[in-house]
């Protein structure tokens, strides 16, 4: 987890999109959580979130593994495409989503990565 948030932080685009950011956020599977918090744009990782503060994205393992392939199949390739054809669900602050969603598809994207390395 500590190089996924080395990783993260020391992400350009992500710190540009996340530079007034603050909240926190978990990805959920069946078998796996990732919880972050994240203040001003800078990751930390945390043990669980506040049901009261952040959101969840939550999905099925099998809908993670196909997100997280080289060439995702349709309806798995970003999160507006998870979450618009129903195969993640949002829990919590939807405002903290929308109104930072490129910092949250970015962060997506690098975790991605990080999860096809350990692959």
């Not at 500590?2 to 599977?29: A, F, K, M, P, Q």
């Amino acid at each position: 987890m500590e190089s996924l948030v080395d990783i993260l932080n020391s992400d350009e685009v992500l710190r540009r999109h996340g530079r007034y950011y603050s909240t926190r956020l978990s990805i959920i599977s069946d078998e796996d959580e990732y919880h972050f918090d994240i203040s001003d744009g800078e990751v930390s990782p945390v043990a669980s979130v506040d049901p009261d503060f952040g959101f969840s994205l939550c999905g099925s393992k099998a809908v993670w593994i196909k997100f997280c392939q080289e060439i995702p199949p349709p309806e798995h390739h970003e999160l507006g495409a998870l979450i618009a054809s129903e195969h993640l669900e949002v829990k919590g602050d939807m405002y903290a989503l929308q109104s930072n969603f490129m910092y949250v598809r970015r962060l997506l994207e690098l975790w991605r990565n990080d999860q096809r390395s350990r692959e």
